[in-house]
């Protein structure tokens, strides 16, 4: 009986230890590839006819020398491309803090992500390892994206009535100018539909004396690792309040991209890297 109970443990061991190696070598290479599209529709009713059908494509937190190469930028351009957006939003984190890229990866990266193609425009904030990279600044000086630091963009599609844009700066890192980023309330007659971009999904109670639609964020990940019935195992600081990917916020919808690399633990669990496109609805 002895020998029986001590088999039977080495065997659960084994079967353990088998199971927890193929999670992990599943999390790290097949949970990390490939990128989705995730479509949510916007419907709203504060702008005119000329705005249905109107795409944006969000992504975040690219992380690019965590589990990120030049290949799968490539992938993540022309992903992006496919949706045919009319805009094109990042919310922060394209280099990984704790990679230093080479020149050659430098000049390869501006390459690809200068093939990025909207029909209007290429808008972006900063994130918080974005701070910590001498890269990022170099990069994004070549980059004909418009980075939205504590200010706004007046985005029209064939209406003169526009959407806009206000780009909040890095919550943890950065120095977040509320007032000024809102600034276009002093300038406006009237209520415009406007879409806050910020790294942090947290951000968001710091801007609740504001009105605005629609919060677009990254950061959290979604957690990264996400256990069945569970959800998220965790979530950095900026996101420990909003982590999951969509939120009712009083009268703002709140979405947070999952990103595309990864920070800390190069691995993904039920959580594949993704791009969330928005498909506007106005009737």
């Known amino acids: 009986m002895e020998k029986e109970k001590i088999f039977k443990i080495i065997k659960i061991s084994i079967i353990t230890i088998i199971t927890i190696t193929l999670i992990i070598l599943y999390a790290r290479y097949i949970g990390t590839s490939g990128i989705h599209v995730k479509e949510y529709p916007i419907k709203t009713s504060y702008l005119p006819?000329?705005?249905?059908?109107?795409?944006?494509v969000h992504f975040s937190d690219l992380h690019y020398g965590s589990t990120v190469s030049?290949?799968?930028?490539?992938?993540?351009?022309?992903?992006?491309?496919e949706q045919?957006?009319?805009?094109?939003?990042?919310?922060?984190?394209?280099?990984?803090?704790?990679?230093?890229?080479?020149?050659?990866?430098r000049e390869k990266i501006i390459k690809e992500l200068g093939k990025l193609d909207a029909n209007i425009e290429i808008l972006a904030v900063i994130g918080n390892h974005d701070y910590k990279t001498d890269d990022f600044t170099i990069i994004s000086e070549f980059l004909e994206w418009n980075f939205l630091d504590n200010t706004y963009e007046y985005v029209y599609n064939k209406s003169e009535i526009p959407i806009v844009f206000v780009g909040l700066d890095d919550l943890m890192l950065g120095d977040p100018d509320y007032n000024n980023a809102f600034s276009y309330l002093n300038e406006i007659d009237g209520d415009y539909y406007t879409v806050v971009l910020g790294h942090e999904p947290?951000?968001?109670?710091?801007?609740?004396?504001?009105?605005?639609?629609?919060?677009?964020?990254?950061?959290?990940?979604?957690?990264?690792?996400?256990?069945?019935?569970?959800?998220?195992?965790?979530?950095?600081?900026?996101?420990?309040?909003?982590?999951?990917?969509?939120?009712k916020v009083k009268n703002a919808e709140l979405y947070i991209n999952n990103g595309i690399g990864t920070s800390?633990?190069?691995?993904?669990?039920?959580?594949?890297?993704?791009?969330?496109?928005?498909?506007?609805?106005?009737n």
Do not use: C, M, W
């Open 202 to 247: 947290d951000q968001i109670d710091e801007i609740s004396n504001y009105d605005f639609n629609l919060f677009l964020s990254g950061h959290s990940h979604l957690g990264q690792v996400r256990v069945p019935l569970i959800g998220a195992v965790y979530t950095p600081k900026g996101s420990k309040k909003y982590y999951d990917e969509h939120y």
């Open 84 to 105: 045919n957006p009319d805009l094109v939003v990042f919310t922060g984190d394209l280099i990984d803090q704790d990679y230093s890229l080479s020149e050659e990866e």
């Open 49 to 56: 006819t000329s705005y249905d059908g109107f795409k944006i």
């Open 70 to 81: 030049i290949k799968e930028v490539k992938k993540l351009v022309n992903k992006i491309n």
């Open 264 to 282: 800390i633990l190069k691995l993904r669990l039920f959580n594949r890297p993704s791009i969330n496109l928005y498909r506007f609805y106005t």
